[in-house]
C-alpha cells in the first residue's frame, strides 16, 4: 500500500494525495523502518502548505514538542526561537480554518495568502510581540531596582559590573565638554576662543534614553533582517539615564543596508548626528589640524558637539575599511583610536581647540564590507556585529519602505502610497530572491514606472 500511495504522488501530487500517503503510514506504522516517522512528518509539512488547517495544527504540535526538548541541551537553545515562531506562525494559519469557531468578540480577519509567507509573516509578527514585552518588563524591573538603591550606595566605588550599570543609570544629564581654550590670547587663539564662546565652561545635554520598546518596533519594520543586530544595541541601553552607543563595527555585504540602519538607529534615539565617507581619509580628518595652519580644524568629535551643541552627538564613519592607511599624512586608523576609550576620550587634546576636552559621549556606529583592512586595534576596541542579508521572505516590509522612500524623494507624500500588489510582489520576489537592497531599490523603481506606463 506504501508502495501505491507514493507512486500515485507521481502521477498527482495534490491534497488528496498526500492525505492518503499519510494515512497509510499512520496504519502501517509499526511495520516501517525507525526512519518512518520523518516520513509521516514531511506528509504533514506538504499537507500544511497545500492549506490544510489540521496539518498545520500537527506541525505547530510537533515544532513546540521539539523545543521543550531543547530544555535538557542548552549547546541548541539558539533553535528556539526560530522554532517558535514557525509554530507560531502555522497556529496562526489554522485560525483562517472556516471550521474554527472563534469565541471572542473581535471580527476575524480575512486570510489570503500563501499559507507559508503566512506562516513567515504572523510568526515573525507574534514573536516579536513577544519580545518587545519582555524587554519592557525587564527594564521595569531594572528602573525599580535602580529606585530602591540607597543614596549613599551610589557614591560607593564600583566592585563589579553590576555596579557600574547602576551608576551609569544615575550619570548626569549634562557633561562640560570645553573647559577652556588654549593659548587664547594669539590671534589665532582669540578667534577660536569666539567660536566656542557660547559652549567654553558650560555643561551640554546629553540625550536621554526615551521608549526603548518604541524604538525597538519601529526598526524592526524597517529591517527585519536584522532584528539580532539591533537588538545587541539597544540591550546596553535599558539600564542606562542617557543615550550612548558604544564603538561598533556593523559588517555586511555591499547593498545589505548597513549605512542606513546605522543612520536610522541613531535618529531612532534622536542622537544628531553625521555620516562620514571614510574612502581614502587621512588621520587630520579624524583628529582635526592646528590652528597654525591655515587650514586648521578641530577633530572630528569636537567639530561635531559644537555643531549640534550637545555631549553626545553621533557619527556614522561608512566603509570604514577604506580609510587611507598611508603614512604621509597619518592613518586615519590610528588617529581614531583615541576616541574610542573612554580614558582617552575624555581628556583628548584637541589640536584645534589647544586643550583637554571631554569627548567620551559621543556615539561611534562604523560600517565595513569586511574586516579585511581594519588594524587589530581597532577591532579590539569595537564590538564586531554581522548584518546579514535581507531575504525574500522579507520583501514585503522592505519594499513598502522603499516605495515610502521613492515617493518622499519625488516630493510626495507618502500617505497617498498604493501598495504593492500580489503580481507585483510575486515579480520582484522571482527576481531578487535575496542580495543587495540597492538592486531591489531599482527593480522596485522599474515596478512603479510601469504603473504609470500602464495606467
Not at 485560525?95 to 510568526?123: I, Q
Not at 528602573?143 to 557600574?164: C, H, M, W
Not at 545635554?205 to 545587541?232: G, K, M, N, S, Y
Request: charged share 25%; net charge neutral; with cysteine.
Amino acid at each position: 500500500m506504501v508502495f501505491h500511495s507514493l507512486e500515485q504522488l507521481t502521477v498527482t501530487a495534490g491534497v488528496d494525495e498526500v492525505r492518503s500517503l499519510a494515512d497509510v503510514l499512520r496504519v502501517a506504522a509499526t511495520s516501517l523502518p525507525d526512519g518512518a516517522k520523518s516520513w509521516r512528518l514531511r506528509c504533514q509539512i506538504y499537507l500544511a502548505h497545500l492549506g490544510d488547517h489540521s496539518a498545520a495544527i500537527e506541525i505547530a504540535r510537533q515544532t513546540i514538542t521539539a523545543v521543550i526538548g531543547l530544555e535538557r541541551d542548552p549547546t541548541e537553545w539558539e533553535y528556539a526561537i526560530p522554532l517558535i515562531t514557525s509554530a507560531l506562525g502555522w497556529m496562526s494559519f489554522a485560525t483562517s480554518d472556516p471550521a474554527f469557531e472563534y469565541f471572542g468578540k473581535e471580527a476575524r480577519m480575512l486570510r489570503t495568502r500563501r499559507p507559508a509567507d503566512l506562516v513567515a509573516h504572523d510568526g515573525w509578527i507574534l514573536t516579536n510581540l513577544i519580545e518587545m514585552q519582555a524587554v519592557s518588563e525587564q527594564a521595569a524591573k531594572v528602573q525599580a531596582a535602580l529606585e530602591k538603591l540607597p543614596k549613599e550606595d551610589l557614591a560607593i566605588s564600583p566592585a563589579s559590573s553590576t555596579r557600574k550599570e547602576e551608576l551609569e543609570a544615575n550619570s548626569p544629564s549634562s557633561v562640560i565638554v570645553f573647559r577652556q581654550v588654549g593659548n587664547a590670547t594669539t590671534s589665532e587663539g582669540k578667534k577660536v576662543a569666539k567660536e566656542l564662546e557660547s559652549l567654553t565652561g558650560k555643561a551640554l545635554p546629553l540625550v536621554p534614553v526615551l521608549d526603548l520598546v518604541q524604538a525597538r518596533t519601529a526598526l524592526h519594520r524597517e529591517f527585519p533582517f536584522a532584528t539580532d543586530a539591533i537588538d545587541q544595541i539597544l540591550v546596553d541601553l535599558v539600564p542606562r539615564s542617557h543615550v550612548q552607543i558604544r564603538p561598533t563595527v556593523l559588517v555586511g555585504a555591499p547593498g545589505s543596508g548597513k549605512t542606513r540602519l546605522a543612520r536610522r538607529l541613531l535618529s531612532v534615539l534622536s542622537i544628531p548626528h553625521d555620516v562620514v565617507p571614510c574612502g581614502g581619509l587621512s588621520d587630520g580628518s579624524f583628529a582635526g589640524t592646528p590652528r597654525r595652519w591655515s587650514t586648521g580644524e578641530p577633530s572630528l568629535p569636537v567639530a561635531l558637539i559644537t555643531r549640534h551643541r550637545i555631549a553626545g552627538p553621533g557619527a556614522v564613519l561608512d566603509e570604514i575599511e577604506k580609510a587611507g592607511t598611508s603614512r604621509f599624512n597619518g592613518q586615519a586608523h590610528d588617529a581614531l583610536l583615541a576616541f574610542l576609550e573612554k580614558e582617552t576620550a575624555c581628556r583628548f587634546h584637541d589640536p584645534y581647540v589647544q586643550a583637554p576636552c571631554d569627548v567620551s559621549h559621543v556615539s561611534w556606529l562604523m560600517t565595513a564590507n569586511s574586516l579585511e583592512g581594519l588594524p587589530a586595534p581597532l577591532r579590539d576596541r569595537c564590538r564586531i556585529i554581522s548584518v546579514p542579508e535581507p531575504r525574500g521572505e522579507h520583501l514585503p516590509l522592505i519594499a513598502y519602505r522603499i516605495l515610502a522612500e521613492l515617493l518622499t524623494d519625488q516630493g510626495l507624500d507618502f500617505r497617498w502610497i498604493t501598495p504593492l500588489d500580489g503580481v507585483e510582489i510575486e515579480a520582484l520576489t522571482r527576481a531578487w530572491p535575496s542580495g543587495s537592497l540597492r538592486k531591489l531599490r531599482r527593480m522596485i523603481e522599474v515596478v512603479i514606472a510601469s504603473r504609470s506606463i500602464t495606467h
